[in-house]
């Protein structure tokens, strides 16, 4: 006999699971009310019972209605309404289906352009977009939807030109290797050192590119990790700078250091400003002419550390200027694989800083390195 008895205490919940008692198992949860109610959730077609539902609601006000329209508007003691009121039901019926076939068609057109979308990008194809209308949110997702495939799309051209250009980049010091090597075994050179130091310069230009390589993916990546300690960056520039002096006497170029006085200390990676600073200097170095100078300086504001290589080199054309910190983007007389300026910018915001530049052609040209100061007393 079930404990407390009533065909009412069955209603929600199972029979078959509880056939003989009412009472709350051992293994029931704790706080979980004793026999469990069935909640009710919309079913797999809840929204088209609605809609069928407000449909023949509808109807049967449009027919009450055109009813009740013909009762009060007809000839007494005819033998019913006039004709046309019983128009009225059909005509409602009409206006309502048209009006719910556009307020459908207005949701299922944007949505099916944007799944005839998604499969074409799916397939690789980065160029589909769809037209942003309908409601508002309808727009809103069109919107963001043509925003990524433009993103996609540009990320995938930029993924085939960095392909196509790092082929070609180590192209250059492979094909000078197996030259050499190939003429030293087969005996046209001799194994001396004269004959071997193309090999070595190649071998040191793919090392070289590589390290470029491997910093880019970790800066794309947003994992390029900063070693960050106290710096003085006036002896981090000198230091630098005297590393290319004897580069700059080779080539006939005055270099000239000037560092304020008093430049607090920042927290950074000595190494990578090391490095930022080191392709600036060898940049500048490289394309300034016999005579010419070189300067790095080194002066703080309120906010930043700032410091700045200048040349009197022949500068940059306007046409370049805009793209000297994309990756593989370099002068025609320029020897160098195009990623240094790109991995410089990476690293200064890596720090929370910038890298910017000013160039003017046949007068020089002006590169300004900002990281944030720190209050610290150096």
């Known amino acids: 006999m079930r404990a407390g008895g009533g065909p009412g205490r069955w209603r929600g919940w199972d029979r078959d699971q509880f056939p003989f008692t009412m009472r709350r198992p051992p293994w029931w949860p704790e706080g ?22 407000l449909f023949l609601g509808c109807l049967a006000f449009a027919l009450i209605a055109g009813i009740a329209a013909g009762a009060m508007f007809g000839h007494p003691g005819g033998p019913g309404p006039p004709r046309p009121f019983f128009l009225v039901p059909v005509v409602v ?32 194809d980065y160029s589909a977009t769809v037209p942003e209308w309908g409601s508002r949110d309808i727009r809103s997702v069109s919107h963001a939807f043509n925003s990524m495939s433009a993103r996609l799309k540009k990320i995938d051209e930029q993924r085939r030109s960095f392909l196509a250009d790092v082929t070609h980049e180590l192209r250059t010091p492979l094909s000078v290797i197996r030259g050499q090597a190939e003429a030293i075994a087969d005996g046209v050179y001799p194994a001396d050192a004269a004959h071997l130091a193309p090999i070595l310069d190649a071998t040191q230009a793919l090392e070289r590119l590589v390290e470029d390589l491997r910093t880019l993916v970790l800066t794309d990546a947003g994992n390029l990790a900063l070693n960050r300690e106290p710096v003085e960056i006036g002896a981090l520039v000198a230091d630098a700078a005297d ?56 002066t703080a504001d309120e906010r930043w550390l700032i410091v700045s290589v200048s040349d ?15 990756r593989f983007v370099k002068g025609p007389a320029s020897t160098g694989s195009g990623l240094g300026l790109a991995i410089a910018r990476d690293i200064a915001i890596a720090h929370g800083g910038a890298l910017e530049i000013e160039s003017t052609p046949g007068q020089g040209t002006l590169l300004r390195l900002r990281l944030p100061r720190s209050h610290k007393a150096p």
């Open 93 to 124: 019926v009409v206006v309502l289906a048209l009006l719910a076939a556009g307020a459908f068609r207005r949701v299922t057109g944007p949505m099916d352009g944007l799944i005839e979308a998604a499969r074409r990008i799916e397939a690789g």
């Open 243 to 298: 590393s290319f002096r004897s580069q700059a006497e080779a080539a006939g170029v005055e270099l000239t250091i000037d560092l304020d006085g008093e430049l607090p200390a920042t927290e950074a990676d000595p190494a990578r400003i090391r490095q930022v600073i080191a392709n600036l200097l060898s940049n500048a170095i490289r394309h300034t002419p016999p005579g010419g100078r070189v300067k790095v300086a080194a």
């Open 32 to 53: 979980e009310p004793f026999p469990p109610q069935r909640r009710w959730r919309p079913g797999r077609y809840h929204w088209f019972r609605f809609l069928g539902c």
């Open 312 to 326: 009197t080199g022949g500068g940059i054309s306007p046409e370049l200027l805009p793209h000297v910190f994309e």
